[in-house]
């Protein structure tokens, strides 16, 4: 890609110009290292040390819709009966256990107490209490639930009608049909079938990269992990999407080309983030990992991240997406409103009204100090 | 009020949006609500979900909204290549 080997140097430079600027900010200001009093300040707790529970969390949270737990055969249009997607649990120290992180990622509030997690467990019990929590933290908690209520209503509003099993009664042996009416002939579903496998033994080798990066840079946690692998029916759907609208592009180009496959998310507070991004940058180029994309997405009206796409040293694609707590709960949150936007099956009027949903929710995130700072890798050519 | 239509060029690592890889489009119509279509190999306008992945930043492409004259004329570049 173009201009890519200057990005490590340019990476360097922008790190010490921040850690540079950090350095000079006023004392008390979010970002300065120094308090008020000139002292330095403390380390911070990990993220999910300080989350609290959510009012209506507190006991395991099936309100909230999983937002990679893609399978359309697991997919469920009601929010109160989403099953996880089972991973293989490869975590040595017991962070994430498999198909918990709706509660984990959100609440901190099942997170596995053994094995090695003491600075966790003394992270729980120096918990802020609830009037401690910042003004931005109490809206972000009041709107939460004004959401889950609004999403209850359109539930009840548009209700879903049972989905006719897909008929496959026309279609040649060895193809393969999604609830969505995407198709890929025989040839077309064994070459994206195969590209899915090919990533599997590879991603242990990511996997394990992504959790030393974890380790090694301050404030950050990891969250979504059960969840990293792309199941296969959302995999063909999308390959079908792309193969559709771009019908210049071959079965294997698009196939192996698929950047989220396999897909990690780091998880800042708002006050880290910036620097978590910058940080976890460096770590992974360390690793011997090449970032090829960075989409700073904290202006757009459906969606708070940034997304990055990294190739590993043997050539392998996947997807980083940074988040807060609260962007990571957000798009959790609207994570069905999601799927129903992109269902052929939804009326244009719905859709609509899900759109305005998505716009709602992602107006009412917080922004992390010094977000727009980041900007796009490469550059947007318009 | 007649109905709206926003078109997109579909960019990949091999395309640019004056040659890109797709054309997409959201309708508008006048009874509210709104749909998405890609424009398939036979000219066709079919559902496409990647408009709303792409504002999610869920797409593998990047969208580049383009004007109806310049959309017209990637057609006719298509209509060349496909027809």
């Known amino acids: ?29 979010p970002s300065s290292p120094y308090n008020d009093d000139g002292t330095r300040k403390p380390p911070v707790a990990r993220p999910a040390d300080r989350e609290l529970p959510l009012p209506d969390e507190q006991a395991a949270d099936a309100n909230l819709d999983s937002p990679d737990a893609e399978e359309p055969s ?53 918990q802020p209490s609830p009037e401690a929590a910042s003004p931005d933290s109490r809206s972000w908690g009041d709107s939460l639930s004004h959401f889950k209520e609004q999403w209850e209503r359109h539930k009840e509003r548009w209700p879903q009608e049972q989905r006719p099993p897909v008929d496959h009664s026309t279609d040649e042996p060895g193809s393969w049909r999604g609830e969505g009416d995407q198709y890929l002939n025989a040839e077309e579903n064994l070459v994206a079938g195969h590209s899915l496998e090919s990533i ?9 990269t992504v959790q030393e990066v974890r380790e090694e840079v301050p404030d950050c946690d990891l969250v979504g992990l059960g969840n990293r692998f792309k199941g296969e029916e959302r995999f063909k759907e999308k390959v079908s999407d792309e193969l559709r609208a771009k019908p210049d592009r071959s079965i294997a180009v698009i196939s192996e080309n698929m950047p989220d496959a396999v897909r990690y998310t780091f998880q800042f507070d708002r006050e880290d983030y910036v620097d978590g991004y910058w940080n976890t940058l460096g770590c992974m180029e360390r690793h011997g990992c090449e970032m090829e994309l ?25 997807e980083v997406q940074f988040h807060t707590p609260e962007s990571f709960e957000a798009k959790q949150l609207t994570h ?47 | 009020m007649a109905e709206e239509i926003t078109y997109y060029a579909i960019v990949d690592r091999w395309a640019t949006p004056s040659d890109p890889a797709g054309l997409a489009r959201r309708r508008r119509p006048d009874t509210g609500g709104f749909r998405d279509e890609a424009l398939d190999r036979s000219l066709n306008w079919q559902f496409t979900p990647l408009i709303v992945e792409w504002e999610r930043a869920e797409s593998t492409d990047d969208l580049v909204e383009i004007d109806a004259d310049e959309a017209e004329r990637i057609i006719e570049q298509f209509r060349a290549k496909w027809g």
């Open chain 1, 294 to 318: 960075s989409r700073n997405s904290w202006d757009s009206p459906q969606y708070k991240g940034i997304n990055t796409r990294w190739r590993t040293p043997a050539g392998q694609l996947f």
């Open chain 1, 200 to 208: 599997r033994p590879i991603e242990e080798k990511v996997s394990a």
């Open chain 1, 1 to 29: 890609m173009a201009g890519h080997q200057d990005r490590p140097l340019a990476f360097k430079k922008a790190n010490d110009d921040l850690t540079q600027r950090m350095e000079r900010l006023p004392p008390g200001h």
């Open chain 1, 74 to 126: 697991q997919r469920s249009l009601d929010t109160n009966d989403l099953p996880e997607q089972e991973m293989p649990t490869l975590e040595a120290d017991g962070r994430e256990a498999v198909g918990q992180e709706v509660r984990d990622g959100e609440t901190g509030a099942n997170e596995a107490p053994s094995g090695g997690v003491k600075e966790r467990e003394a992270g729980v019990t120096e």
């Open chain 1, 336 to 382: 069905t409103a999601y799927e129903r936007i992109r269902s052929p099956t939804a009326s244009d009027q719905e859709r609509d009204e899900l759109y305005e949903f998505q716009s709602e929710v992602s107006a009412s995130i917080p922004v992390p100090t010094d977000s727009p700072t980041i900007a796009d890798y490469p550059k947007k050519e318009v």
